[in-house]
Nanobody, 120 residues
Framework: QVQLVESGGGLVQAGGSLRLSCAAS?????????MGWYRQAPGTQRDLVAS?????????ADSVKGRFTISRDNAKAKTTVYLQMNSLKPGDTGVYYC???????????WGQGTQVTVSS
């Protein structure tokens, strides 16, 4: 079992910054291979923003390259993934969901989502 708890969303003006956090815990947290952030705007599908693998490999959507940075911190009994978002644009508005993937059991878990609103 993996539980994901997100924090850090809010309202910010264009050009501003926000940092999202996602803490993963539970009996299977140590088997998480990839963690990522997805964004869903009203009326659209949920799209990948950034991901980071256990080994540290990162992947970003083209729209956020150079502005967003994903990082991962492994500590005792949990792992936390961060998304530093700089130079925010109104197009970055949406609900941001944390995601984890466990390859061995082909399981994917989601957080509850956190709202990010960027005003122009």
């Amino acid at each position: 079992q993996v539980q994901l708890v997100e924090s850090g969303g809010g309202l910010v003006q264009a050009g501003g910054s926000l940092r999202l956090s996602c803490a993963a815990s539970g009996s299977a947290w140590f088997s998480i291979d990839v963690m990522g952030w997805y964004r869903q705007a009203p009326g659209t599908q949920r799209d990948l923003v950034a991901s980071i693998a256990r080994e540290g490999y990162t992947n970003y959507a083209d729209s956020v390259k150079g502005r967003f940075t994903i990082s991962r911190d492994n500590a005792k009994a949990k792992t936390t993934v961060y998304l530093q978002m700089n130079s925010l644009k109104p197009g970055d508005t949406g609900v941001y969901y944390c995601n984890s993937v466990r390859m061995a059991t082909i399981e994917r878990d989601w957080g509850q989502g956190t709202q990010v609103t960027v005003s122009s």
